[in-house]
């Protein structure tokens, strides 16, 4: 009895919980295909357009900025599959003097919120005179603390013997990280991937701070600029433009969630 | 052609391997037995290059290869959990070693026939490990030492997996593969069935050091110590302290007569072919030894029985 009032609120919970979560998305939708007369009034029959998104992609250079995200993202995972995996690896199987302490340092880092370190940051991409490029709003997350962690973890769960039989077979030391442990570690590179798009395609509060022109200015901050009050505020078309924001990464993550399923019931399976 | 001299391996201040010295012939089949943590498994490692001997060298075809790294070596292993990539399908794990070292394309597929038809795998070359049987699994992991045309083929414990009925086919397996193909082969067991029915020789360790090294008769039947002869033979064989010696006999010497040592049941324990009979030989109040005997057949002894025993003077071992 308990136990199925239990399933029963708990079910209801997530229920509430996922509607909360997607009303704005929702709204977005709402406001971006109808009249801006309509932006703030539901009406069930109300006009449908596209205006919106044309006046928006008119307004600001979404391409431009959507470059730039794609460029920044794909800049910040590739060198953090590089280095959490390296990293990952010599925590997991190397003997080194001083390896725990490696690892305690790398578990505090994270602790320690980024937006601390932005004005240090800052002074660092300054003396390197990167303020206002790729390189510069990657920079300070070439590294991730926590993909190192998850990626350490599951190299551990590697059995020793295939890394020994990997080593009679004569395969050199990166050989077997990138024949044995890359492809066993696959979902875990997949879930980390996935958290590291989503985070960075996103992050905003960096990026505003250390772009200054279209070159660099990522998606986040375009819409940002975009949408400012100053500039007057029309729900429309910036709903449109967030949209336009989102919706690549709103594919990817709809087409790679099967896929992302899909390997761990196969890990787990294996 | 492999010749170890002097191996020693410490953990700590304990020492697993303990001056180990044996080598192995052309085409020879050498077991590495004894109980678990004697020392034999980290023994194989270090011939493989997996782990650093405290002391020692190991020879191959004359060359000292103590320092070379596994990969350099170039011999072929088999583990204990068989080792497959989970990721690969059989046919690239089985070519796994080839590709690693660039061998041409078409000597890797001139190999890969003839070692999957060795092994019988010819239906399965494109699935996962995953949907093999233990046994599957196992003729893979074999098919990739074979394929690798190795000088010294390592095998940890290869059959230690598989149920009672599957080891003992693939143990006459193994063993005629090898025969055939002339491998050299150390093969790491606790399982001195194992080792008396495959290896031309056995080394016998116990505690990190080697208790005796002899083809399997002549550990069955010239024993040196007290501990291979308890080692080799089931039941293990029977110890009667008499003054300040030990006399060994195996329970299979020991026969039930009518005149004879008389002893007392204690037990019977029906196995099918035989039964073995726990008795009690000496003395009733005095010093008495227990010792198990070999019955053939059905025994029915009640216990407390009274028995005559005898034995042949030629079976009598003492140490």
């Known amino acids: ?270 | 052609m492999l010749k170890v001299e002097g191996l020693t391996r410490r953990y700590g201040d304990q020492t697993v391997v303990d001056d180990l010295s044996f080598s192995v012939n052309e085409g020879e089949f050498v077991a590495l037995l004894g109980p678990s943590g004697c020392g034999k498994s980290t023994s194989l490692k270090m011939i493989a290059g997996l782990e650093t001997p405290d002391a020692g060298s190991i020879e191959l075809e004359g060359k000292d290869i103590t320092d070379l790294t596994p990969g350099q070596r170039k011999l072929a292993m088999v583990f204990q959990s068989y080792a497959l990539f989970p990721h690969l399908k059989v046919v690239d794990n089985i070519l796994f070693g080839l590709q690693a070292r660039k061998v041409a394309k078409d000597e890797q597929q001139r190999r890969l026939d003839s070692v999957v038809e060795l092994v019988g795998l010819q239906d399965h070359l494109q699935k996962k490990p995953g949907q093999l049987s233990g046994g599957q699994c196992q003729r893979v992991a074999l098919a990739r030492a074979v394929v690798a045309e190795a000088r010294l083929c390592l095998m940890d414990e290869p059959l230690s997996n598989l149920d009672a009925k599957l080891r003992n086919e693939m143990r006459t397996e193994i063993r005629s593969l090898q025969q055939r193909l002339g491998m050299s082969v150390i093969y790491v067991t606790h399982d001195q069935v194992e080792a008396m029915s495959m290896a031309d020789r056995i080394v016998l360790m116990n505690d990190g050091k080697i208790e005796q090294i002899d083809v399997p008769e002549g550990l069955y039947n010239k024993p040196k110590t007290v501990f291979t002869a308890q080692f080799i033979g089931n039941p293990a064989m029977n110890i009667i302290h008499s003054d300040n010696q030990c006399l060994g006999i195996r329970p299979e010497h020991i026969e039930i007569v009518e005149e004879g040592r008389p002893a007392r049941v204690i037990s019977c324990d029906y196995h099918g072919a035989d039964t073995i009979v726990l008795a009690e030989i000496g003395e009733q109040g005095g010093t008495t030894e227990i010792i198990k005997i070999r019955y053939p057949g059905h025994a029915m002894f009640a216990a407390q029985q009274s028995i005559s025993v005898h034995w042949k003077l030629e079976y009598e071992h003492r140490f």
Request: proline share 5%.
């Open chain 1, 1 to 270: 009895m308990d136990s199925i009032w239990f399933q029963r609120i708990s079910k209801f919970s997530a229920y509430l919980l996922a509607i909360v979560w997607v009303l704005p998305l929702l709204y977005a939708f709402w406001a971006a295909f109808h009249p801006p007369e309509y932006a703030t009034k539901f009406a069930l029959f109300a006009p449908l357009t596209t205006e919106n998104f044309v006046s928006a992609w008119d307004q600001a250079p979404f391409f431009r900025y959507m470059l730039n995200t794609v460029i920044i993202t794909t800049i910040i995972l590739f060198s953090q599959l590089v280095v959490c995996t390296l990293a990952g690896y010599a925590l997991a199987r190397e003997k080194f003097v001083g390896r725990g302490f490696a690892f305690a340092l790398v578990l505090t880092q994270l602790m320690v919120m980024p937006e601390v370190l932005i004005v240090e940051n800052y002074r660092t991409l300054t003396g390197l005179d990167l303020v206002d490029t790729h390189l510069g709003v990657g920079l300070p997350y070439l590294a991730s603390a926590f993909g190192i962690f998850l990626l350490r973890q599951t190299f551990k769960t590697v059995p020793q013997e295939l890394e020994d039989a990997a080593r009679v077979e004569g395969l050199s030391g990166l050989g077997i990280i990138w024949k044995v442990f890359v492809p066993l570690a696959f979902p875990t590179y997949l879930a980390f991937s996935l958290v590291s798009v989503s985070y960075h395609w996103n992050n905003f509060l960096w990026p505003l701070v250390v772009t200054n022109t279209e070159a660099s200015r990522p998606l986040t901050v375009g819409m940002a600029i975009f949408g400012a009050p100053e500039s007057g505020v029309d729900w429309s078309v910036i709903s449109a433009g967030t949209l336009i924001a989102i919706g690549p990464l709103l594919i990817l993550f709809l087409v790679f969630q099967r896929k992302f399923i899909q390997s761990f019931m196969h890990a787990g399976i294996k």
